[in-house]
Antibody, heavy 121, light 111 residues
Framework: EVQLVESGGGLVQPGRSLRLSCTASGFTLGDYAMSWVRQAPGKGLEWVGFLRSKTYGGTPEYAASVKGRFTISRDDSKSIAYLQMNSLKTEDTAVYYC????????????WGQGTTVTVSS | QSVLTQPPSVSGAPGQRVTISCTGS?????????VHWYQQLPGTAPKLLIH???NRPSGVPDRFSGSKSGTSASLAITGLQAEDEADYYCQSYDSTLSAWVFGGGTKLTVL
């Protein structure tokens, strides 16, 4: 079964850091780009960033709201993608989803169950 | 303020047909970028419903269909069922922002 499982969420103080993990199973992570999407409480979906597969350079892109603070990386040998979040703000409070991103025609076709990040003092 | 505009809510009785619009601009939908639709049932993660404007992934009932014209796209649901009650989001790429963008979401209520 194709599956993504996020972990690493929790309560963190403003200005601190947190790293989320996304473990893939049922497919070869290295063959795909991966995106992170978040959803603030009671709000809609917001794209956070994505990381191309190594075949396409392995380079990232980020939303303006997180650029310079968040970093997406991957360890294809372990089938894990990461979202490193630094200088966290209260407005980063959300459920964070990792997705398998098949880009233009196919969209985000696999989603994890999400992990909750709460930024509060 | 989302780059893609959706109605906040729509409703319909069981068996009826409803449509959800997604209005963009010349830097996203109108530029030819594909539109995708996601369904988010209460308390769950989003699920891909329509990809590439009008294509259904395996397992999605043919009651769901998508279309695109100009700077807008639409999701149609026929034969409404109680289990269709969910939030629906459209998504595309925006060349000005160099980013994936989502609509604000539409809450479907089955009366």
């Amino acid at each position: 079964e194709v599956q993504l499982v996020e972990s690493g969420g929790g309560l963190v103080q403003p200005g601190r850091s947190l790293r989320l993990s996304c473990t893939a199973s049922g497919f070869t992570l290295g063959d795909y780009a991966m995106s992170w999407v978040r959803q603030a409480p009671g709000k809609g979906l917001e794209w956070v960033g994505f990381l191309r597969s190594k075949t396409y350079g392995g380079t990232p892109e980020y939303a303006a709201s997180v650029k310079g603070r968040f970093t997406i990386s991957r360890d294809d040998s372990k089938s894990i993608a990461y979202l490193q979040m630094n200088s966290l703000k209260t407005e980063d409070t959300a459920v964070y989803y990792c997705t398998r991103d098949r880009r233009s025609f196919y969209g985000m076709d696999v989603w994890g169950q999400g992990t909750t990040v709460t930024v509060s003092s | 303020q989302s780059v893609l505009t959706q109605p906040p809510s729509v409703s319909g009785a069981p068996g009826q047909r409803v449509t959800i619009s997604c209005t963009g601009s010349s830097s996203n939908v109108g530029a030819g970028y594909d539109v995708h639709w996601y369904q988010q049932l209460p308390g769950t993660a989003p699920k891909l419903l329509i990809h590439g404007n009008s294509n259904r992934p395996s397992g999605v009932p043919d009651r769901f269909s998508g279309s695109k014209s100009g700077t807008s796209a639409s999701l149609a649901i026929t034969g409404l069922q109680a289990e269709d009650e969910a939030d629906y989001y459209c998504q595309s790429y925006d060349s000005t922002l160099s980013a994936w963008v989502f609509g604000g979401g539409t809450k479907l209520t089955v009366l």
